[in-house]
């Protein structure tokens, strides 16, 4: 049974950049598309972008455009979130997220959260 | 990019009773594109409901989902005192995916 696994918990200082990986254990990515999604502290679910793996085409939310990379290593079922530029308010847990694109579409599988700290 | 919007934010109700959270949009989405999520504090959310009214697999079917173009809902039949959380509706749209602001479930 695939399980999302993510790395740990970061602490960055403003203006720096963290970089937070997302693996399939038990099995790989095969078609997926894995998706991003962060929640502030006390906030709700926000969407960053997603990867398609076996393609390596990512897209963005705007919000994040120019500040945010997806990547992935098909070969590990790997994939990458990287923040620039980061401020106090990126403080959040992020999520890696797969996404089944079928007659209907939703995320099926999500992995447990890694938490990036921003603060001086 | 569309916009979701919950309601109430707040649901104030006793185990038993039945729970109607409202999540409406700011352009028509396809039911396909429509999914429902249960959050619990410290976990990552969980799908309850896709294509707007499918449950999804091990999902009570307590939970009933309804709606088309602008206007979904999740229904609760009749609360346990694990279903008391945080929901959240989803669209996957126009290759940007938005979620609405989340009803939080309370013990009244």
């Known amino acids: 049974q695939v399980q999302l696994v993510q790395s740990g918990a970061e602490v960055k200082k403003p203006g720096s950049s963290v970089k937070v990986s997302c693996k399939a254990s038990?099995?790989?990515?095969?078609?997926?598309?894995i998706s991003w999604v962060r929640q502030a502290p006390g906030q709700g679910l926000e969407w960053m972008g997603r990867?398609?793996?076996?393609?390596?085409?990512?897209n963005y939310a705007q919000k994040f455009q120019g500040r945010v990379t997806i990547t992935a290593d098909k070969s590990t079922s790997t994939a990458y979130m990287e923040l620039s530029s980061l401020r106090s308010e990126d403080t959040a847990v992020y999520y890696c997220?797969?996404?089944?694109?079928?007659?209907?579409?939703?995320?099926?599988?999500w992995g447990r959260g890694t938490l990036v700290t921003v603060s001086s | 990019e569309i916009v979701l919007t919950q309601s109430p934010g707040t649901l104030s109700l006793s185990p038993g009773e039945r729970a109607t959270l409202s999540c409406r949009a700011s352009?028509?989405?396809?039911?396909?594109?429509l999914a429902w999520y249960q959050q619990k504090p410290g976990q990552a959310p969980r799908l309850l409901i896709y294509g707007a009214s499918s449950r999804a697999t091990g999902i009570p079917d307590r939970f009933s989902g309804s709606g088309s173009g602008t206007d979904f809902t999740l229904t609760i039949s009749r609360l346990e005192p694990e279903d008391f959380a945080v929901y959240y509706c989803?669209?996957?749209?126009?290759?940007?995916?938005?979620f609405g602001q989340g009803t939080k479930l309370e013990i009244k």
């Open positions: 990867i398609i793996p076996i393609l390596g085409i990512a």
């Open positions: 997220a797969r996404e089944v694109e079928m007659a209907n579409w939703y995320f099926d599988l």
């Open positions: 038990g099995g790989t990515f095969g078609t997926y598309t």
């Open positions: 989803l669209q996957f749209g126009s290759s940007s995916y938005t």
């Open positions: 352009q028509s989405v396809s039911s396909s594109y």
